[in-house]
């Protein structure tokens, strides 16, 4: 029913709740998974102003082969996407979805906001709203 | 972590019998049960004969609902309730523990540029257990 499932991992401590979730949603229902993970880069306000991005690629990296891991011990082989970019996160999500032609997006309602009366963050928020294709909501 | 247990929150918007159908099929391919749930959004003043009669006369949407899923051989059953859409459907989900609600994106809203609609909206933002958001 859906053929290739994106998978947005942030490091936080809901991500394995989240990955796990989606392996086994793509073992019953027949498809790929491919994990995300996005840096999103403030826009600069001056030319003059310039972000390293290094330390959030390198973060980004390693949350990547954990959640790979994870995903393998649950019977699963998925590819993996760094996007870096600037923008919001919720916003390239929805467009790395709508580029590569992903079905499915399993998303948990919150990762790093700590804000603990949010029901739900602002990237699951958008990325509900935004993509095209169908989002699965996972909860705590 | 399988979804045993499936709430599926329909209405008389056109597009209905789609997403029954894609509730459908993912009942098929992963044995879930299906309850197609209907509420009657009315406004508070409503006496009980009201209320009986709304339910008696909406009743039909989730019973097609239900005979389309049963005849590709999927367990599910109707029903219709009375009240605010988005309260009713949460607390059902919570009280009833359910697994899963499937929610299509729009139901009542005829906003083309308006991709979720607020009842979808809504629910994503309060239910307890996961929502998938079919688009």
């Known amino acids: 029913m859906f053929e290739k499932i994106l998978v947005p991992v942030d490091g936080s401590e809901t991500m394995e709740r989240t990955v796990k979730l989606a392996c086994d949603v793509a073992k019953m229902l027949g498809g790929t ?3 995300i993970h996005i840096v999103a880069l403030p826009i600069p306000v001056d030319a003059s102003m310039s972000f390293d991005p290094t330390p959030l690629e390198q973060y980004g990296k390693k949350t990547l082969e954990t959640a790979q891991k994870l995903a393998k011990d649950r019977g699963c ?3 993996t996407i760094q996007e870096v970019n ?3 996160a919720g916003h390239m999500i929805a467009r790395v979805a709508w580029d590569k032609g992903f079905s499915l997006i399993v998303i948990h309602a919150r990762g790093h906001s ?3 009366n949010l029901l739900i963050g602002s990237v699951c928020h958008t990325v509900a709203h935004r993509a095209s294709c169908s989002v699965l909501i996972v909860r705590p | 972590m399988t979804f045993q247990r499936v709430l599926v929150p329909v209405d008389d ?5 789609e997403l029954a159908q894609q509730a459908t099929e993912f009942a098929r391919e992963t044995g879930a049960t299906l309850t197609f749930l209907h509420v009657v959004n009315t406004p508070k003043i409503t006496s009980a004969k009201d209320i009986e009669q709304q339910k008696r006369e909406y009743r039909w949407i989730s019973d097609e609902c239900r005979e389309k899923a049963a005849a590709q051989g999927v367990s599910a059953s109707s029903r219709v309730e009375v009240g605010s859409p988005v309260e009713t459907i949460v607390s059902i989900a919570e009280r009833e523990k ?5 929610m299509g994106s729009k139901g009542q809203s005829h906003l083309r540029t308006l991709l979720v609609g607020s009842v979808a909206d809504q629910v994503m933002e309060h239910a307890s257990c996961p929502v998938l958001l079919l688009k």
């Open chain 1, 77 to 79: 082989n998925a590819d």
């Open chain 1, 114 to 116: 700590k804000i603990e």
């Open chain 2, 13 to 17: 918007s056109p597009h209905v019998l």
């Open chain 1, 33 to 35: 998974l491919t994990l």
């Open chain 2, 98 to 102: 359910f697994d899963l609600i499937i």
């Open chain 1, 86 to 88: 600037y923008g919001n």
